[in-house]
């Protein structure tokens, strides 16, 4: 243990005198004996495994392709949850979370699953809800590491590190909404397609079928993640794996006594398909790749890549940018300085423009109200003049009225006076008759 010999296991340049540490300019001294640094990656591994890891997957597939089954035989275990009805108006996508322990390491597995995928009859805007899925766990880390006070290292990170894309067992090509759904998701997601229910197959029919799929997403420019070859412990795994995409997989939560081991299991009439069995099925293969070789990949491709695209384009849709206009390096202080300014003229140019808004609006209220108030003095002086017309007219048909009544009147007592001078005149006429008769 410990640096005897001369120098780092880095490579290292003679310049000067000097051991110098390649493009660094730092120099380079032998120690004498042990220091102790050298456990710095233990002390890395233990803080890790202290802490526990996290790992989210999700579950891309139109309804009862064996999503849950698949996640039960992957991690031997039976996880919750209800069988989707094929009813859903629209996609809808369901997250469980799952403390589990292997040795003395600890996993939080997030399984996210979309329940109603494919079951609609316009099939369009069924990859909205996963975008939008995606999209807002990325948003939820870029706002904790925007916080003042951020807890990265205690933060559940719900950004989804792989993407199983379940493909019906058809044998003939891959479906428009397959090939569209993966376009959407490629640049937010490591898609890992996957045969669903292959022992529905023949074997040389899924040959056929894997090369006809894997040929649809080259021509469609479709981005699978692709196992990496730049680590030389796991290149050629990795590579010779690559060839084998997508795997075609089958599970099963059945055990079945085969020879003398319980395995898992799919038992037909006809024999028994073995889950483990990589001459049945390449879901071996899957769980190597995925869990145990490339998991801390695609949990750094997930940070590096997708989330970093996200984190890019929503800075610079924010007005952030690396360099000024004048290519200057990007200055925090000067943008936000920039942005407030900007906010601030903003600002005062929409109030400018509510108060002329406004000023505008009471004129044109005022001159509303006065024409309503001139309408309204023309009616009353209209209706004035037409009530003193009425009154003239009534008072003049009154006072011709008044006449007429006293006209009535003095003839009236004129024909009184008339019949009763005749009665008088008519009773001494009589009373003269009668004495003469008597006579
Ligand atoms: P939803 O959650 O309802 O969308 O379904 P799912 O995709 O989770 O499917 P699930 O795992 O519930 O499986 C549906 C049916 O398919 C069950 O009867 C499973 O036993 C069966 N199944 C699952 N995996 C396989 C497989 O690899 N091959 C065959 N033949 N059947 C399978
Ligand atoms: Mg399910």
């Known amino acids: 243990m410990g640096f005897e010999t001369v120098g780092f296991s880095v490579a290292c340049t003679e310049e000067g005198g000097h051991m110098l540490m ?18 710095l990656p233990d002390q890395l591994v233990n803080k890790s495994v202290s802490q526990g890891f996290c790992f989210n997957i999700m579950c ?27 009813t859903q108006p629209g996609v809808q996508l369901r997250s469980n979370t799952y403390d589990l322990q292997e040795s003395h390491v600890g996993l939080k597995l997030t399984i996210v699953s979309t329940v109603g995928f494919g079951d609609q009859i316009n099939k369009e805007d069924s990859y909205k809800p996963i975008v939008e899925f995606l999209d807002a766990q990325f948003e939820a880390y870029l706002q904790e590491e925007l916080k003042i006070r951020r ?21 003939h090509s891959l479906k428009s909404l397959d090939l569209m759904t993966m376009k959407k998701l490629d640049s937010k997601v490591n898609i890992i397609p996957i045969i669903a229910k292959s022992d529905a197959i023949s074997k040389s029919e899924l040959t056929k079928f894997k090369i ?13 993640y692709q196992f990496p070859t730049d ?19 089958v599970g099963s939560t059945e055990e079945l006594k085969i020879g003398n081991k319980m395995m898992r299991a799919r038992q037909y009439p006809w024999g028994t398909v073995q889950v483990e069995n990589e001459a049945h099925c390449d879901f071996v293969k899957l769980r190597e790749m995925l869990l145990r070789v490339n998991m801390e990949d695609l949990r750094e491709q ?24 004048d290519s200057k390096p990007f200055s925090l202080q000067e943008t936000y300085e ?86 008088q005149a008519g009773g001494s006429q009589t009373l003269k008759r009668d004495k003469e008769k008597k006579k």
Do not use: W
Not at 306 to 317: A, F, G, I, P, Q
Not at 353 to 362: A, L, S, Y
């Open 151 to 171: 807890v990265l290292h205690t933060y559940h990170d719900s950004r989804i590190h792989v993407c199983l894309y379940f493909i019906a067992p058809t044998g």
């Open 231 to 249: 680590d030389e412990s796991v290149a050629e795994i990795n590579g010779t794996m690559n060839a084998h995409l997508p795997f075609a997989v």
């Open 60 to 86: 891309v597939g139109e309804t009862g392709l064996g999503k849950s089954t698949l996640m039960d035989t992957l991690f031997n275990t039976k996880f919750e949850g209800e069988p989707a009805t094929h």
């Open 212 to 224: 006809k799929i894997t040929s649809e997403l080259v021509s469609n420019g479709v981005q699978i």
């Open 338 to 423: 920039a942005k407030r300014n900007e906010f601030l003229g903003e600002l005062q140019k929409k109030e400018e423009e509510m108060r002329q808004m406004f000023v505008q609006r009471v004129k044109e209220k005022e001159a509303e109200l006065k024409e309503a108030e001139k309408e309204l003095h023309e009616k009353f002086d209209r209706l004035k003049k037409l009530h003193q017309d009425e009154k003239k007219k009534l008072e003049d048909k009154k006072k011709s009225l008044d006449d007429e009544v006293n006209a009535f009147k003095q003839r009236k007592s004129a024909a009184e006076l008339l019949q009763s001078q005749g009665s």
């Open 302 to 325: 997930t940070h590096s890549r997708h989330y970093e695209l996200y984190r890019r384009c929503k800075l610079e849709e924010m007005g952030f940018k690396d360099t000024d206009p």
């Open 22 to 39: 390649r493009g660094e300019g730092c120099r380079t001294l032998p120690l004498a004996g042990h220091v102790g640094f050298d456990s």
